[in-house]
């Protein structure tokens, strides 16, 4: 059991420290990753999403600020928030929200069949604004060893993902970040 020092406001630590996002930074610009949308990526996302039969998929990429959305199928249409306000899911969240900088900084899969379930996810901001109950994420660690970003999926209901869903998003990652590498394969 971890337990993050609270923040100066008093809260806990949501997002974990991530020491390793300037190298992660310089990686990506090596590679030509995390600055734009990449067409490959959204096709590769939205193939994703149909296997997985989820409405999200994402290939994200994490940097000292935000995450980067550079392969995105989200719907099309607004989601109505807590607050009545509409939303739409963009390319870019800070690094609070969502999940994937949890999978960047721990380096392992993510599966979370009810956020609701796990008290430092439910009060992320994605489970309220845009009604994510369900997460299944597995990092892009490249042959430097550097993890990437994460390669995910999410549900707008809880559901289990089982043994078959964490092997397929980490053979998944496995086999994007090596296409992501090769650059000319993929892109």
Same mark, same amino acid.
């Given at each position: 059991?971890?337990?993050?020092?609270?923040?100066?406001?008093?809260?806990?630590? &949501?997002?974990? =420290?991530?020491?390793?996002? *300037?190298?992660? +930074?310089? /990686?990506?610009? %090596? $590679?030509? !990753?995390?600055?734009?949308?990449?067409?490959?990526?959204?096709?590769?996302?939205?193939?994703?999403?149909?296997?997985?039969?989820?409405?999200?998929?994402?290939?994200?990429?994490?940097?000292?600020?935000?995450?980067?959305?550079?392969?995105?199928?989200?719907?099309?249409?607004?989601?109505?928030?807590?607050?009545?306000?509409?939303?739409?899911?963009?390319?870019? &969240?800070?690094? =609070?929200?969502?999940?994937? *900088?949890?999978? +960047?900084? /721990?380096?392992? %899969? $993510?599966? !979370?069949?009810?956020?609701?379930?796990?008290?430092?996810?439910?009060?992320?901001?994605?489970?309220?604004?845009?009604?994510?109950?369900?997460?299944?994420?597995?990092?892009?660690?490249?042959?430097?060893?550097?993890?990437?970003?994460?390669?995910?999926?999410?549900?707008?209901?809880?559901?289990?993902?089982?043994?078959?869903?964490?092997?397929?998003?980490?053979?998944?990652?496995?086999?994007?970040?090596?296409?992501?590498?090769?650059?000319?394969?993929?892109?």
């Amino acid at each position: 059991m971890t337990y993050d020092p609270p923040r100066p406001a008093g809260r806990l630590l &949501l997002t974990p =420290e991530d020491r390793d996002a *300037p190298a992660r +930074v310089r /990686r990506l610009c %090596a $590679l030509g !990753l995390g600055e734009r949308a990449e067409p490959a990526l959204d096709a590769f996302a939205h193939q994703l999403a149909h296997h997985a039969s989820a409405p999200y998929a994402m290939v994200t990429f994490v940097d000292e600020h935000q995450q980067f959305f550079a392969g995105l199928c989200a719907p099309d249409a607004a989601v109505r928030a807590a607050d009545g306000t509409e939303r739409r899911v963009g390319r870019h &969240l800070p690094r =609070e929200y969502g999940f994937c *900088p949890h999978v +960047v900084v /721990r380096r392992k %899969a $993510l599966v !979370l069949d009810d956020v609701r379930d796990y008290p430092r996810f439910a009060g992320n901001p994605v489970v309220d604004e845009l009604g994510i109950r369900s997460y299944l994420g597995a990092p892009l660690v490249d042959s430097t060893g550097i993890a990437l970003g994460t390669v995910c999926v999410a549900d707008v209901t809880p559901r289990a993902w089982g043994r078959a869903g964490l092997q397929t998003i980490k053979a998944t990652a496995a086999d994007l970040t090596a296409r992501l590498e090769q650059r000319g394969t993929l892109l």
